[in-house]
């Protein structure tokens, strides 16, 4: 009995919910060097969609609609959460010491809004490239701009309510170590509604797990299929008997069997991202409902995977697209002539849209892949 009652003290003695400073072990560096990441990351992803928009002069898709929500919801979270976190390593006073339980009620509202609409934007991603790859008839017929428009007013209109549900009593925000940041309550431990609390809790993480196990299906069921195009691709190119027509085969889909596997690696490398940053928030959850975490120290580094996805998305967009570039240049310059290696590398380069069709070359028939279009970047 006094051993538990000692463990609790404890265990309440490192948690910060009341703390009016900074905790020591808290380094203002981690913050700065994901703002900045964060902001450049955004920045940079936003020009670059902007600049193909203007130098091919056409709408925006589907998924360029959903790609700029989802840069604009990450950058405008970054710019409006970080600031607060600066002036308390700068003044060494907790987000509760410089503005009360209020601005750490509308810190936690806005960290887990902004936690919310990214990953239900993602989601959505994976739905449409799914559609895209899966039933292109129905995505060529059904899936419209408009789409995309609807879809994030309500994916605002959803986490705006979800996330202000603890104003009404269902659910609690709470500061947490080092007392730079405040969140959903996770344990309620010594709280009066504590049935509330952990509801809303547990409601979360089922959330985020259930958009989690979305992507993670979406995103299988699209990589699947692009390994059978690509098989496909091989056997058709084995079956092809003259050496003529196997050389205008191979010219045809040099770059857009490249690409394929280019878009193959990088939804692998963005599916594994999302679920190694999302997932140790979403345990978390669940593991503070059943037996609390001794401390904030778990919690933090929880929290700073999640906050690493909307950094590191940009970034693999980037990097990759870069990389795909320079490979094609590299190839194309050895082994076709100046315009076959621009037509193919403006294809590498260029972001795909849904209204983006290659012609074939003549006396092949090779058929459209106009679904990759939807893929994420």
């Known amino acids: 009995m006094n051993k538990s009652m000692v463990s609790n003290e404890s265990c309440h003695n490192t948690t910060c919910n009341d703390t009016l400073t900074v905790n020591g072990d808290g380094k203002p560096a981690t913050s700065i060097i994901m703002f900045l990441a964060g902001v450049v990351g955004n920045l940079l992803a936003l020009f670059i969609l902007g600049a193909h928009q203007k130098e091919h002069r056409s709408r925006s898709s589907v998924f360029c609609i959903l790609v700029t929500g989802l840069a604009l919801t990450d950058l405008l979270g970054t710019c409006l959460l970080s600031p607060p976190v600066f002036i308390c390593y700068a003044r060494n006073l907790s987000l509760i010491s410089l503005g009360g339980k209020r601005l750490c009620s509308l810190f936690g509202f806005a960290m887990s809004f902004f936690g919310l609409a990214p990953m ?15 039933h292109p008839y129905f995505y060529s017929v059904h899936i419209r701009r408009s789409f995309a428009k609807y879809t994030l007013f309500f994916i605002y209109l959803f986490s705006l309510a979800f996330c202000l549900l603890p104003y009404s009593g269902y659910g609690k925000f709470r500061q947490y170590c080092p007392g730079t940041w405040c969140f959903i309550d996770m344990d309620a431990t010594g709280d009066d509604q504590a049935n509330l609390v952990l509801a809303f809790s547990l409601s979360y993480s089922s959330l985020m797990a259930l958009l989690i196990f979305a992507v993670l ?5 699209v990589i699947v299929s692009l390994c059978q195009m690509h ?3 091989m056997i058709r190119r084995g079956s092809v008997g003259s ?7 191979s010219l045809a889909w040099f770059g857009r069997g490249e690409e394929e596997m280019d878009h ?3 939804l692998a490398l963005i599916t594994v991202i999302f679920v190694v940053c999302s997932l140790p928030l ?12 001794c401390g904030d120290t778990e919690n933090l580094t929880a ?3 999640y906050a690493l996805n909307p950094i590191v998305d940009p970034w693999v967009f980037i990097i990759c697209r870069k990389s795909v570039f320079r490979h094609l240049c590299s190839l194309l310059s050895c082994r076709f002539s100046k315009g076959a290696m621009k037509t193919t590398a403006h294809c590498a380069l260029s972001l795909p849209l849904d209204n983006h069709i290659q012609r074939n070359p003549p006396d092949v028939t090779v058929p459209q892949t106009n679904m ?3 893929l994420p970047l």
């Open 372 to 374: 990759f279009s939807s």
């Open 303 to 305: 929290f700073r995977f």
């Open 231 to 233: 098989r496909s691709q």
């Open 243 to 249: 050496t003529g027509r196997r050389r205008r085969l």
């Open 217 to 221: 299906v979406c995103n299988g069921s």
């Open 282 to 293: 979403t345990i978390a959850g669940f593991i503070n409902a059943i037996h609390p975490f």
């Open 264 to 266: 193959l690696v990088l």
């Open 120 to 134: 239900l934007i993602l989601c959505t991603m994976a739905v449409e490239r799914c559609l895209a790859i899966s």
